[in-house]
Nanobody, 127 residues
Framework: QLQFVESGGGLVQPGGSLRLSCAAS????????VGWFRQAPGKEREGVSC????????YYADSVKGRFAISRDNAKNTVDLQMNSLKPEDTAVYYC????????????????????WGQGTQVTVSS
């Protein structure tokens, strides 16, 4: 069982920024495709961004393009999500998810494509 945890959520005003981090322990996160998903109350879980482990390609939902950036910090063994220009509609629980298997392409649409999920971190954008 892969062990990892999300952090960095919180309350921020519209237009503000947050940086989420998915930190792994006991394995090298760089070998795995990682996705960030979010789920708002009453809505389905949706893909926000993901990063592949075979070619480091990245993908973003249309709603966050130009505002969010996903990256790896191999020294810290994390995958981070920098979120800028936050909007109230970004409010949700954000989850880090890992796709089983080494050196794979990530998939932005497809909750079922991911085998391991974190506990989530709450992001609230409100004035």
């Amino acid at each position: 069982q892969l062990q990892f945890v999300e952090s960095g959520g919180g309350l921020v005003q519209p237009g503000g920024s947050l940086r989420l981090s998915c930190a792994a322990s006991g394995f090298t996160l760089d070998y795995f495709a990682v996705g960030w998903f979010r789920q708002a109350p009453g809505k389905e879980r949706e893909g926000v961004s993901c990063i592949s482990s075979n070619d480091e390609s990245t993908y973003y939902a249309d709603s966050v393009k130009g505002r969010f950036a996903i990256s790896r910090d191999n020294a810290k063994n994390t995958v981070d999500l920098q979120m800028n220009s936050l909007k109230p509609e970004d409010t949700a629980v954000y989850y880090c998810a890992i796709r089983e298997g080494l050196f794979r392409q990530c998939v932005l649409e497809g909750v079922h494509e991911y085998d391991y999920w974190g506990q989530g971190t709450q992001v609230t954008v409100s004035s």
